[in-house]
C-alpha cells in the first residue's frame, strides 16, 4: 500500500517499481501518483465523489444481510463452507457471511473463500465540527492493534469523510501467518464493541477522540472476497424486483396490443376486398 500525494481521489493503492499507483474514482483507470492526473478523470472521480458523499465501494462488496445464525465449524474453529438451517444450506466466506444464494441440501460449497477485505463503515452523530482525520487515524489503529492484536500491516486505511468513517482491514492467504488474527473475528469483536455488546469481560471500548465521547448512528461492515460472490436475481431487493416485473409486464402489454391491432387491420382490409368483389360480380350480372 502506499499514499497517493497528487490525488486524494483514489482507491486500491499498490506500490511498482517504486512508483504508486492507484485506480481513479468513479473510472478505474489506473494513475501514476508521481505526477499529476489528468483534469478528465479529476472531474469523474469528483463526480462520483458527488454523488456518493464518501468513497466508493469495490463492485464485489457485500454486506451480511443474515445477521446472527447457528453455524457449523471445524474442529480449528473456522467456518464450514456450507452452512444450513434445516432443508436450506449456502455457501459462505472466512467470515461466515452468505455468498451465495440459498439451495437445498444438494449444494455443493467446493470450497471455503477467504474474505481478503474487510470495510467498517461508521457514521458518527451530528456535530458542530468536523473531527481530526489525524486524531481518528491514530485512535483506530492503536486501539485495533493493541485491543484486538491485529498487525498494523492490516490496516491499510483509516479515511474520514464526515460524518463518515471507513476502516480497510486487507489480509489475503499468502499474507497471513498462523501466528496473525483473522480480519474477520477483529471486525466482530469491532462491531461488537461499537454497538456496546462487548465480548471482552469488563471492558467495554472507550470511544472518546481528544477527551469528546464519540457516538455513532450506524456500523456497516463490507466484505470483498477472494472469488466474486455468487448471487443471483433472487438477492435482488423486493423493491427492484418490482420494477423489473412492471417493465417486463408494460413491454409485454405493448406486444400483445400490437399483434391485436395488426390482426384487426388485416381483417378489415380483407373484408373490404371481399365486399368489392362482391360489387364487382353484381355489376357484371
Not at 260 to 269: C, S
Request: charged share 30%; hydrophobic share 35%; glycine share 4%.
Amino acid at each position: 500500500a502506499c499514499v497517493c500525494e497528487k490525488n486524494k481521489r483514489v482507491t486500491n493503492c499498490r506500490e511498482a517499481n517504486g512508483v504508486c499507483w492507484c485506480d481513479s474514482i468513479g473510472t478505474r483507470v489506473s494513475v501514476n501518483c508521481g505526477t499529476l492526473t489528468s483534469k478528465c478523470l479529476l472531474m469523474k472521480a469528483e463526480m462520483a465523489h458527488t454523488k456518493s458523499g464518501r468513497r466508493e465501494k469495490p463492485k464485489d462488496a457485500f454486506e451480511d444481510t443474515d445477521g446472527l445464525y447457528d453455524p457449523e465449524c471445524e474442529n480449528n474453529g473456522v467456518f464450514k463452507a456450507k452452512q444450513c438451517n434445516g432443508t436450506t444450506c449456502w455457501c459462505v466466506n472466512t467470515a461466515g457471511v452468505r455468498r451465495t444464494d440459498k439451495h437445498d441440501e444438494d449444494l455443493k460449497c467446493n470450497q471455503l473463500v477467504r474474505t481478503m477485505w474487510i470495510i467498517i463503515e461508521m457514521k458518527h452523530a451530528k456535530r458542530n465540527s468536523p473531527l481530526s482525520a489525524e486524531s481518528l487515524d491514530k485512535f483506530f489503529k492503536d486501539i485495533i492493534t493493541k485491543r484486538y492484536q491485529l498487525n498494523g500491516r492490516y490496516i491499510t486505511k483509516v479515511l474520514y469523510e464526515k460524518p463518515y468513517i471507513t476502516i480497510d482491514l486487507k489480509q489475503n492467504s499468502s499474507e497471513k501467518s498462523s501466528e496473525d488474527v483473522d480480519i474477520a473475528d477483529v471486525a466482530y469483536y469491532f462491531e461488537k464493541d461499537v454497538k456496546g455488546d462487548s465480548l471482552f469481560q469488563n471492558s467495554n471500548l472507550n470511544l472518546s477522540i481528544d477527551n469528546e465521547a464519540l457516538l455513532f448512528e450506524k456500523t456497516v461492515v463490507y466484505y470483498v472476497d477472494e472469488i466474486a460472490p455468487e448471487f443471483s436475481m433472487k438477492s435482488l431487493t423486493a423493491g427492484l424486483i418490482a420494477v423489473i416485473v412492471v417493465v417486463v409486464v408494460a413491454i409485454v402489454a405493448a406486444i400483445v396490443v400490437l399483434v391485436l391491432t395488426r390482426r384487426r387491420k388485416g381483417k378489415y382490409v380483407k373484408a373490404e376486398v371481399k365486399e368489392m368483389n362482391e360489387m364487382h360480380r353484381g355489376l357484371n350480372a
